[in-house]
Structures are given as structure tokens and as C-alpha cells.
């Protein structure tokens, strides 16, 4: 079936740096792909619509500037946290669906990031 | 008023036992509901759509109420793999992908 990979899948870094998380479609091609976080024992929160080719659709409350997404191809797309700070340690996803998979959305395995 | 509400829980259950979460959805419109699943630090995976009038997967049976805007899931003869924990999720949209989720409740079947 198909698989939406993401890497790293865990990362820790200190305050004030940027880390960039990618998000591939395998075996698809992912013309919209999603990026959510979840803090511990609460929902996934979408942050932003990341569509191939052009910039993303981000949602009420996040920093586009801060959270800069990147859909470049149509297997890939980047989340960079900017100058992390340790409140934004979370557990980031992202999710696909494109041409060949149907009605399922896939979702990758998740990035654990830690700030220090 | 959050678009997506469940009881957190948790439910602790033995093995054998029925049990059934239930979640409210805040956007009458809203066009596509799922139950997803999700194991601890893991990502959710599609557990079963649900359908107005009503599916069952094996042992697990899920059903939607539009006029009360209410969807529920029923997992009978619980495994102790059944653990995890249980995501309510709503497509708002016709147009779009976009999935709101619940935060979740969670499941422990013990033996």
C-alpha cells in the first residue's frame, strides 16, 4: 500500500536553532499534503495545507514565518521550525493522499522534536 | 466549543468486555467522519469510515447520528491489542482533505 515516510523521527536541538522535517510520498504522488502537531494527551492540530507548487494554506494561530513549508515535488514537502524554542517540543505528522491512493489519506510515522 | 469532543477517558476493560466511545461534532455540514486509532507515540492509523447508515468491521461497529450530530464506536470481544487510543475524526469539507481531530479516548483492556 502506500507509505507517506518522514524523517527524522526524532530530533532534538537547541533553543534558537531551526530544524527542517520532510515528509515523502513512496510509492504516490501527493499533490496536497498536511502537517499537524500534537502536545502531549491532546488532539492533532492541523497547521497548515501544504500544496505542490505553491505556497501553503496555513491555519488560524500559526506562524507561517516561524513554520516554513515547502512542497517543492509531488513526493515532497519540508516543515522548518525556525528559531525553536523549547514550547515548540511536539510531536509533528504529516498526512497525504494524491493520485492512486483513493479516499485514504496516509499519514507518516511522526517526528519527535525536542528543544533545549 | 471544540469542532471534535470525546471523552477522554480512560476506560479500563477486561478482555471479552463491549465498550463504546462516543463523539460529537460541532459543524453541521461536515461531510465525512472516521475513526482512527492510535498507539503511543505513534501515528493514527484508519481504524473504519463511518457511514450514515451505519458499518461493521468484525468487532467493530461504528455509527452516525446527523440530526444529533453524534458518532459512536463499538468494539465488542476486546482484545488486550485493542489498547490505544481511539480518535474521533470529521472532514468539515466536501472540497478539501482538511481532518479535525478529537482528542481522543483512550483504551485499556486488561487481562
Known amino acids: 500500500g502506500a507509505v507517506v515516510s518522514q524523517h527524522p523521527s526524532w530530533v532534538i536541538c537547541k533553543s534558537g536553532t531551526s530544524v ?41 494561530g500559526v506562524e507561517k514565518d516561524k513554520f516554513l513549508i515547502n512542497h517543492a515535488s509531488l513526493t515532497l514537502s519540508t516543515l522548518t521550525v525556525t528559531s525553536a524554542h523549547p514550547e515548540d517540543s511536539s510531536f509533528y505528522i504529516c498526512s497525504a493522499r494524491g493520485t492512486g491512493t483513493g479516499n485514504t489519506i496516509y499519514f507518516g510515522e511522526g517526528s519527535w522534536l525536542t528543544v533545549v | 466549543r471544540k469542532e471534535v469532543e470525546q471523552d477522554p477517558g480512560p476506560f479500563n476493560v477486561p478482555e471479552g468486555a463491549t465498550v463504546a466511545f462516543n463523539c460529537t461534532y460541532s459543524n453541521s455540514a461536515s461531510q465525512s467522519f472516521f475513526w482512527y486509532r492510535q498507539d503511543c507515540r505513534k501515528e493514527p492509523k484508519l481504524l473504519m469510515s463511518v457511514y450514515s447508515s451505519g458499518n461493521e468491521d468484525g468487532r467493530f461497529t461504528a455509527q452516525l447520528n446527523r440530526a444529533s450530530q453524534y458518532i459512536s464506536l ?22 478539501t482533505d482538511k481532518l479535525i481531530f478529537g482528542t481522543g479516548t483512550r483504551l485499556q483492556v486488561f487481562p
Open chain 1, 20 to 60: 527542517k522535517i520532510e515528509c515523502r510520498s513512496l510509492d504516490f504522488q501527493a499533490t496536497t499534503m498536511f502537517w499537524y502537531r500534537q502536545f502531549p494527551k491532546q488532539s492533532l492540530m492541523l497547521m497548515a495545507t501544504s500544496n505542490e507548487g505553491s505556497k501553503a494554506t496555513y491555519e488560524q
Open chain 2, 74 to 95: 463499538l468494539i465488542r470481544d476486546s482484545k488486550l491489542s485493542d489498547s490505544a487510543t481511539y480518535l474521533c475524526v470529521v472532514n468539515p469539507t466536501d472540497n
